[in-house]
C-alpha cells in the first residue's frame, strides 16, 4: 500500500454515511491508522446504518442529514471526505424517485458548498456505482462502457457523480469517484434483502433457513469490505487519481447460482431454491455484469487480495458471533 500508516496518521477524515456498511468499514481502518475521524449519518431506516458498526472504532458520530442546510459543523478543516451516504435502494428508488434525487444529488451540491467554505484544498473519495451502465452490452465493463441507467437510483447516483466531477475541474479541489460493484462482508444489512441479496442469503444461512436464488446465470463480481476499503485509501493517496471516474470490482465473476453454492460451502452446509425473478425485479435488473477495473489497478498498483470463498467465510464467521445485533 503506498502512504498507509504514515500517510493518514493525524489526518482530519469525514466519513458521510459513516454508520452504514462500507462507511464503517472506513472508519474502522481509518482510525487504526491514527486518523481523526469523523462519521456523519443521518441514519436512516432501511438502509446499512447501526450506531453498533462503528462500536470500537473511534470516530466520532455526528447525526446530521446532508439534506440540512447547515453541514458547517463537520466541514470546516478537513484533509480527505470519503462521501459514502446516499440512498441505494434501486427498488426504492422507483418507489420514491424524489427522495431518491434528494439524496443522491441535490444534498451533494450542498456538500460541495459547505466543503467550498469550510475546506477548499480537501481530497474527495466519492462512492459511485456500476449501476448507470445499465445491461453490459460487453463484458467486462469498462469505463467508455455506454451509460444507460436501468432505474431511478442509477440516474441520481449519476447525476451526483458528475456534481462532484464537475467541482474538481472548475475548483481544482482532487476528486476521484469509484464506480462500485456489489460488495460484502462485516457490517452489511443482512436483516432484508434492501442492501443487496446477499445480506437476506447470510441471514437465513446462519439461521439455518433455505435462501432464495433468483435466475442464477447472472455473473457477479462481489467485492469484499477489505478490498474496498482499501481502494478508497489508495484513491485518496494517489494524486495521479484526481479528477477521474474508476471502475472497481472484486473476485473473479461468478454465477449467482456458483455463489450460492459458495455460501453454503462457506457456511458447511444450508439449502437454497432457484426461482424466476419477481417482475418487479426483472423489470431493473440489469443481468450479468463484472467489471473492467485496469484502470484503477494501473493508477494505483490495487488488486482484490480476498477470494469468494475466503471473504464468504470470513463474513460469515463475524455474523455467526454477532447475529442478535444484525437481525
Ligand atoms: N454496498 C454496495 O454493494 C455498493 C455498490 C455500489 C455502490 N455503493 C455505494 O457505496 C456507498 C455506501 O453504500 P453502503 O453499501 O455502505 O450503504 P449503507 O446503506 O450501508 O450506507 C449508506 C449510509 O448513508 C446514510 N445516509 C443516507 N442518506 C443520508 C443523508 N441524507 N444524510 C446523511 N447520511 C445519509 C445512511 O444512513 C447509511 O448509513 C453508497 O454511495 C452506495 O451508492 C455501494
Known sequence: MRGGMSFWHGKRVLVTGGAGFLGSGLCHALARMGAQVTALDAMMPGTGALA?????????????DLRDGNLAGVTRGLDVVFNMAAQTSHAGSMADPFSDLAINAEAQLRLIAALRDGSPNATVVHASTRQFYGTPRYLPVDEAHPLNPPDANGVS????????????RVQGRPV??????????????????????????????????????????????????????????????????????????????????????????????????????????????????????????????WAPKVTLEEGLRRSLEWFRLRLSAYV
Open 52 to 64: 453498533a458498526n462503528l462500536e470500537g472504532s473511534g470516530a466520532r458520530l455526528v447525526r446530521a
Open 157 to 168: 447516483k449519476l447525476a451526483g457523480e458528475q456534481y462532484w466531477l464537475l467541482e474538481g
Open 176 to 301: 476521484v469517484s469509484l464506480r462500485l460493484t456489489n460488495c460484502y462482508g462485516p457490517r452489511l444489512r443482512i436483516c432484508d434483502a434492501r442492501q443487496t441479496f446477499l445480506g437476506i442469503w447470510f441471514r437465513r444461512l446462519l439461521e439455518g433457513q433455505p435462501f432464495e436464488v433468483w435466475g442464477g446465470a447472472q455473473l457477479r463480481d462481489l467485492a469484499y469490505l477489505d478490498d474496498v476499503v482499501a481502494a478508497f485509501l489508495l484513491a485518496a493517496e494517489t494524486p495521479a487519481c484526481a479528477g477521474r471516474a474508476f471502475n472497481l470490482g472484486g473476485a473473479a465473476p461468478v454465477s449467482l447460482l456458483q455463489l450460492a453454492e459458495a455460501c453454503v460451502a462457506a457456511n458447511g452446509g444450508g439449502r437454497f431454491e432457484v426461482k424466476d425473478f419477481p417482475a418487479e425485479r426483472a423489470a431493473i435488473d440489469i443481468g450479468s455484469y463484472h467489471a473492467d477495473d485496469g484502470a484503477f489497478r494501473s493508477a494505483t498498483g
